[in-house]
């Protein structure tokens, strides 16, 4: 294999979340989402469920509208905040994609949960790690209706099915820059 532990070494480290506002509106090629969610389907999967599943939206703007009507109908009036709803509406503007990542429920029941959503978790990181290779921005969101019941409702959703993250792609000018707080040697600890 022609890949190297320093190629993926860089690609990890320079993953960045980048907001959706600070992408330029630039539109990604069909053929390279593609590609990115033929790598998610390679992600590790106890007992063959490939529990990952994708809605692509090709026109970002297109799910933040729903998105922010979802908002408004699922909201009472005393709870309903316009910044909300502008900001919701707004999302997908200068976003080329967005990509739904769900995860269905296996037929092995003796599998837990968790680990079918570990599973949609890797297949979304694989999708991260391939837009920074194709030096795409990426936003892995769980904000607004995301994770609540309207949300898995709109989405036609069973009831053991879920929303693991709405992920906005496209392209930017600038690139965050990358930190850690905590320094790795208070992460680990080694037994010997």
């Known amino acids: 294999m022609d890949v190297t532990f320093s190629t993926i070494s860089a690609i990890i480290k320079n993953r960045r979340s980048t907001k959706p506002v600070a992408m330029n509106g630039k539109k ?7 590609s990115l969610l033929e790598l998610a389907d390679w992600a590790p999967t106890h007992g063959f469920t490939e529990p990952w599943r994708f809605m692509v939206y090709a026109t970002a703007s297109d799910f933040s509208h729903k998105h922010a009507e979802l908002y408004k109908q699922s909201t009472t009036i ?7 709803y502008n900001k919701l509406y707004d999302q997908g503007d200068k976003a080329s994609h967005v990509i739904i990542a769900l995860m269905k429920r296996g037929s092995l029941p ?3 949960v968790i680990e ?8 979304v990181q694989n999708i991260l790690l391939g837009a920074t290779a194709l030096n795409i921005a ?4 769980t904000g607004g ?3 609540r019941p309207p949300m898995k409702e709109f989405l036609n ?3 053991h099915d879920h929303v693991i993250g709405v992920l906005y792609l496209g392209y930017a000018d600038a690139y965050p820059a990358g930190s850690r707080i905590i320094p790795l040697n208070e992460k680990i600890k080694w037994i010997r």
Request: proline letters at 6%; charged letters at 25%; a negative charge.
């Open 110 to 112: 003796k599998i837990p």
């Open 138 to 141: 990426s936003f892995w969101s």
């Open 145 to 147: 209706m995301a994770l």
């Open 78 to 84: 005393e709870n309903f905040d316009q910044a909300v």
């Open 28 to 34: 990604i090629p069909d053929d390279q989402i593609n």
């Open 116 to 123: 079918e959503v570990e599973a949609v978790s890797c297949a």
């Open 157 to 159: 959703l069973g009831d």
